[in-house]
């Protein structure tokens, strides 16, 4: 119905930027929230980053705020990520996620899911 498909990962140094991009696919609709979350080894899935439909409500972690900023282009179904200052704690799978509605800091109000991107930050 709708893919996700997470782009922009890498491996790069401590205090190096990355963009990662969210790219939806098949039928899509106005009106769907999505979030940034991430998983490092051995850790449990956490919340980054959410944006409304229009873009005008952002949330972020306390992790990132300051460092990071999601954006979108819903001309071209397209999420961003900018992640500058990155550490060493950054490194994990980076996921999009969607959802129809509001945007949220929970997982499990998101019912679309990319399969994710690594990324992984030397010291």
């Known amino acids: 119905q709708v893919q996700l498909v997470e782009s922009g990962g890498g491996l790069v140094q401590a205090g190096d930027s990355l963009r990662l991009s969210c790219a939806a696919s098949?039928?899509?609709?106005?009106?769907?929230?999505v979030a940034w979350f991430r998983q490092a080894t051995g850790k449990e899935r956490e919340f980054v980053a959410a944006?409304?439909?229009?873009?005008?409500?952002?949330y972020y972690a306390d992790s990132v705020k300051g460092r990071f900023t999601i954006s979108r282009d819903n001309a071209k179904n397209t999420v961003f990520l900018q992640m500058n200052s990155l550490k060493p704690e950054d490194t994990a799978v980076y996921y999009c996620?969607?959802?129809?509605?509001?945007?949220?800091?929970?997982?499990?109000?998101?019912?679309?899911w990319g399969q994710g991107t690594q990324v992984t930050v030397s010291s």
């Open positions: 098949g039928r899509t609709s106005s009106g769907y929230a």
């Open positions: 996620a969607a959802r129809y509605g509001v945007a949220a800091t929970r997982s499990n109000v998101y019912n679309y």
């Open positions: 944006i409304s439909w229009t873009g005008g409500s952002t």
